[in-house]
């Protein structure tokens, strides 16, 4: 998705809070509150997102809860769920995804 490498919150990391930036951000761990950004929002298949989230593309790996606006895309993969309302004006669902 991203040309550029993206910010990493690992597998052992929980963040509580609002995140706002412009570059991808790639969640292995746990995020609670807000997500805002320019770039990509990439949760991994172990990752967590409970959060209202704002991005220009979503790829869904793992699972969000919260309301998800994409001004782009969101991809939600076989082992990714959504939780909450979606909009966007391309979506992608693979098989086995669930929203």
Known sequence: MAENPST?????????????GEEDLTVRGRVH????????????ENGIVKAD?????????GVLVGNLLA???????ATGR?????KTPRLVLA?????
Do not use: C, M, Y
């Not at 320019?38 to 949760?43: E, F, N, Q, R, T």
């Not at 989230?53 to 790996?61: D, G, K, S």
């Open 53 to 61: 989230v704002v991005v220009t593309r979503a790829q869904i790996h």
């Open 8 to 20: 990493v919150i690992g597998e052992s990391i929980q963040v509580e809070g609002s995140i706002r």
């Open 33 to 44: 509150g807000t997500v805002e950004l320019k770039g990509a929002l990439i949760v991994d």
């Open 82 to 86: 959504v939780v909450g309302d979606v």
């Open 71 to 77: 001004t782009e895309l969101i991809e939600i993969s």
């Open 95 to 99: 098989e086995g995804g669930r929203f």
